[in-house]
């Protein structure tokens, strides 16, 4: 049975979980959490299809919500808008998609899919392109493999609508598509270039809807027994801790529809009388432990609620919280050369070798 | 400086009386139905000595659980008309989207959303619909409502749309009390309009309180201003706990934590309060309770209260204790303790009793539970420690021993040794620590204003300044100021290099 039910519940931990794969972005997944229980009561149900049931002609429409998560905060996604962004993208194309995935599985964007699957009636595939979240269009898989960057649909809320049909590299689809974003009010939603079967089967991050739900089952049940949850994520992936401690400043900026800053923290426990400080653009980028950097992308630095080990996001982190910073392995694809341009401290403005916490 | 803390509990209504920073009587009254009563009564017995005569009293400070209780016990609530701005945005997750389904249901008075709204860099998102505000306030009108929670998307930068909407319905329904989610803070629009839910449906409640209060303390002939304790350790008047009594919800667990630090003279230390029916464990950090970290759900709603972080068990000084198999807790007798224990002609054993046969206490008839013998009194005690104990040790944030400050009418349950614990502190007045809180509650002093063309430090300093200024204006002395509260947002719209800033700081009463 290669097409497999998703009940409430595993979208219940796929919203825990993929939270902590969000590595401080992506937007909190609560609010797409409470569409999909809403979608459940009025009686939809989603299926996942592993990517290997795909035929190589197949189309596969490839979502996110787009923008600043601060944004998401308050201009709260609506199940109808991701849904609206796939139909006009097989307007446009002419394509009738088979199934449905995220472009990232980081954050909210892991449950996009799973509202316009609901209202289209196409299974959930259970890949994605960044295995995390990332802030810009050239951070995926796809772009990393060259795969044609276009055409991009991106829908408001309030009926606009716009079709980016033609750009010569991932980098001017960031550019463009980010300015719509920006004048939508720094919230869109899109369906990125639509994908054929092979291309997803070569180039897609499998299984990370189930591995997020893994991630998020671990953690609930940690709770429910009040157990030690970051030891439970530990159990289920190959993580490391990098500090405990609490959070002392936290300066943020609203640039061109990111969030960037840093976050400053004091050791506690085994890491009194260390501080660590994690800079971000969305998402946590690197990490320095006592001036000298331990962690960075692509490598997943997720900052936890040391006592609920839920996630911290940046947008949401403030003085004061007690939090446990681990890291998780990156997809491999991101480790080449390629790789490494694309979504390396180098790519974000950080002039450091990447040197992986797991090498 | 001469006050008066009242904390009025569930079960006990105590009073204390602080005079230049020494806490010169202190006493309990049994909390009355209408509260007045009570109050009356703790003060009365407060006077008994003469101690309120001659020299003048600087205020009345009352913390209280009313609040937060009338939403966990579900009681007392008014129904709520929520007007939301900022349609087509948000449509699929109205207003009580994410309430539990019983909370909701006596709430929800009814929902309206229209356009309005801002974007995150103060644009407007959509022309503020106000023929529909007007129609929506007839329909709240025609529906018998009274009360009306009002948000808007981005109403923390501006509130401007919150607060025509706001006119335009009080055109039409002028006796309406109306909650601006702008006035509860922050980014998040589901948590702020929760918030202002809540605090719309206290309305009633918050206003008949508040006059219980001040009938209470008139009839008691005293002349002071009367003042209500806040969720975070500072005192707002009367008139502004009204108008926002969400902002008095945690009082009570703040309270007894400041008056423990203040008693003890520690600063740093775990607390345990065990009251009649619960205890709750926290820990105190430079003197104030720490923080819960992660969203705060208050009767099952999500808001970004800033609340202690408590574990509350149920342990208490009214438990029912069966003796075989052994179980101490969670039911209680709370305030029928003097009616139902056994040492009072009743029939059921308490805590109470034990520490009665025990010779810990000296209440009711001793004869009535002559038969516990020693042993038997022994295994509920140590049940009752092993309880505390594993409650301390999970809201321990650090290995090894750390002081415990033990307080409230139950505390004679912990014993003077625990595993985990460096000492065991029992304080003088320690049956009295919230009101003494409430007694010793700091002023607080705000900024929150747009700042143009300087950089982020000479932003937050500034609004530091003005901040710090108006609290020592409100009483507080300048050397014992402390930021809360500290939060910038750029507004990248505006001309300029815009951010608004907004500041908290508090501090002790000059002179206490």
Known sequence: ?359 | MRRIGIDVGGTNTDAVLIEEGKVIRAVKAPTSEDVTTGILDSLRSLGATGVLKGKGIDGVMIGTTHFINAVVQRRHLTKVAALRLGMPASASLPPFCDWPEDLAALVRGGVWMVEGGHEYDGRPFMPLDEAAVTTAAQEMKAAGLKSIGISSIFSPLDPSHERRAAELAAKVMPDAVITCSSDLGRIGLLERENAGLLNAALADLARDTIAAFEQAIRDSGIDAPLFITQNDGTVAEASQARRLPVYSFASGATNSMRGAAYLSGLQDAMVIDVGGTTTDVGQLKHGFPREANSVVKVGGVRTLFRMPDLLSIGLGGGSHVALDPLKVGPLSVGYRLLKEGIAFGGKQLTTTDIAVAAGLLALGDKAKVAHLDAATCRKVFDEAARLAEEAIDRMKTEAGDVPLIAVGGGAFLIPNKLPGVSQVIHVEHGDCANAVGAAIAQVSGECDQIFKDLSRTEALSAAQGIANDRAVSAGAARATLKTIESEDMPLAYLPGNSVRVRVRVVGDVAGS
């Open chain 1, 1 to 359: 049975m290669p097409l497999r039910d998703i009940s409430l519940d595993d979208i219940e931990s796929l919203a825990v979980g993929a939270w902590v794969l969000g590595t401080g972005g992506g937007g909190s997944p609560y609010l797409g959490l409470l569409n999909m229980r809403a979608l459940y009561k009025e009686g939809h149900r989603v299926q996942l299809l592993p990517a290997s049931e795909l035929a190589d002609d197949d189309w596969v429409a490839a979502v996110s919500n787009m923008g600043a998560p601060l944004v998401g905060q308050e201009r709260l996604t609506d199940s109808r808008t991701i849904a609206r962004a796939v139909a006009l993208m097989e307007r446009h194309t002419g394509h009738t998609f088979r199934g449905i995935m995220a472009l990232e599985i980081g954050g909210g964007n892991s449950i996009q899919p799973l509202m316009a699957a609901a209202h289209l009636k196409r299974p959930v595939i259970d890949s994605d392109m960044m295995g995390r979240a990332y802030p810009e269009a050239q951070m995926t898989s796809v772009a990393v493999g060259d795969l044609r960057p276009c055409p991009l649909t991106s829908v408001d809320v309030r009926g606009l609508e716009s079709v980016v049909e033609k750009v010569p590299t991932w980098k001017w689809m960031e550019r463009v598509s980010r300015k719509i974003c920006v004048e939508y009010g720094s919230i869109a939603s899109t369906c990125k270039a639509p994908r054929t079967g092979a291309e997803v089967k070569k180039w897609g991050i499998h299984g990370t809807t189930t591995k997020a739900i893994a991630i998020g089952q671990a953690v609930r049940e940690a709770q429910r027994k009040h157990e030690d949850p970051v030891d439970a994520i530990l159990k289920v992936e190959p993580g490391r801790v990098l500090f405990r401690g609490k959070v002392v400043d936290v300066e943020r900026r609203a640039t061109e529809g990111f969030l960037r800053g840093r976050t400053k923290f004091d050791g506690m426990d085994d890491d009194r009388g260390s501080t660590f400080e994690i800079a971000f653009q969305n998402e946590w980028i690197v990490a320095w432990r006592d001036g000298v950097p331990v962690a960075m992308s692509p490598d997943l630095i997720c900052v936890l609620d040391s006592v609920a080990g839920e996630a911290v996001g940046t947008e949401t982190i403030r003085y004061g919280q007690r939090v446990t910073v681990i890291a998780l392995p990156p997809p491999p694809v991101f480790l080449s050369d390629k790789g490494l341009q694309h979504v390396g401290p180098r790519a974000f403005g950080y002039d450091i070798d990447f040197k992986s916490v797991f090498a």
